[in-house]
């Protein structure tokens, strides 16, 4: 007979001793790694995966849940469709040592020869929850927009988003870590930006009066856009040096990964809120997850 898998509070040490970083909330533990952008969420009572979508963040590649009995051929079935893998007493024991395992040293999850680059992301699938839980109140936007009594609104900003991998160029002229990140396109300005992982979470909706803004443009017209955003992003400068005479010459260029150096994912629809302070001076936007002033 099998021995029994690990307790719940066991799982945790193990998770952190493997570089996870666990957070209890709702009555689960959620274990994310940034390595490898791995996501683990613990569970203690039955409850569905639909319910439990919702606590993997954004970017992550790869999510599993652990449940301490076995939650049902339904579930299973209902997990599979969504990507997300299910393990329980009779399949935690052999899959453990893998999650584990530590991604390969000097990369986000493997390098230039991973064959599992030529794959797209798995689609970021939130059924539900497609709006970004705002941080900024608007306390803090009046704080922040230097306008004399405006008019303050909170919209909810349209973004085609997907994750994406990248080979990044080194500056010796071959190819850096694949890495694993997210592309925002807003669908409203046509800006792309690459976004920092943990600094967003995916709700149903926000409690706070609000308006919520139609895309401007087709999703098809975001590959170009978030392509460019992403050489952009992962461009590395490159210093060559030579001697002339008794003068030393630096010949500064910079290197962008090639198109075939990026994957990007199916994109998914969500709303990101902002605070739109208007006065009779003009009109200031405020990014209401970050701050961040944007007119």
Request: charged share 25%; hydrophobic share 40%.
């Amino acid at each position: 007979m099998a021995a029994p898998p690990p307790r719940s509070s066991t799982l945790v040490r193990l998770f952190q001793a493997a570089g996870y970083r666990l957070e209890t909330r709702a009555g689960v533990t959620v274990g994310v790694r940034s390595l490898d952008h791995r996501s683990v969420v613990i569970v203690s009572t039955a409850r569905s995966p639909a319910d439990m979508e919702r606590h993997f963040p954004v970017d992550s590649v790869r999510r599993t849940i652990v449940y301490d009995d076995d939650p049902g051929p339904a579930c299973r079935a209902f997990a599979a469709a969504r990507g997300i893998e299910v393990l329980d007493p009779s399949t935690l024991g052999p899959a453990l040592g893998e999650m584990l395992l530590p991604p390969p040293s000097g990369s986000d999850a493997g390098n230039a020869s991973d064959p599992g680059f030529l794959d797209l992301p798995f689609p970021m699938i939130r059924p539900g929850d497609r709006t970004v839980r705002p941080r900024i109140g608007r306390a803090e936007a009046e704080a922040l927009c230097g306008i004399d009594h405006p008019r303050y609104t909170l919209r909810l900003v349209p973004y085609y988003v997907a994750a994406y991998r990248v080979r990044p160029s080194t500056a010796d002229g071959g190819h850096g870590a694949i890495l694993h990140r997210v592309v925002a396109v807003n669908a409203a300005n046509r800006r792309a930006e690459v976004w920092d992982e943990g600094e967003r979470e995916l709700v149903a909706d926000v409690p706070e009066p609000h308006q919520r803004l139609a895309p401007q443009f087709a999703e098809a017209a975001a590959t170009p856009l978030a392509i460019e955003a992403i050489r952009q992003q992962h461009t590395v400068r490159v210093d060559h040096t030579e001697q002339h005479g008794g003068a030393l010459v630096i010949e500064t260029r910079r290197v962008a990964p090639s198109v075939d150096d990026v994957r990007i994912g199916p994109f998914v629809l969500l709303y990101v809120p902002h605070w739109y302070a208007e006065g009779t001076e003009g009109r200031v936007v405020i990014d209401a997850v970050t701050g961040r002033r944007e007119g």
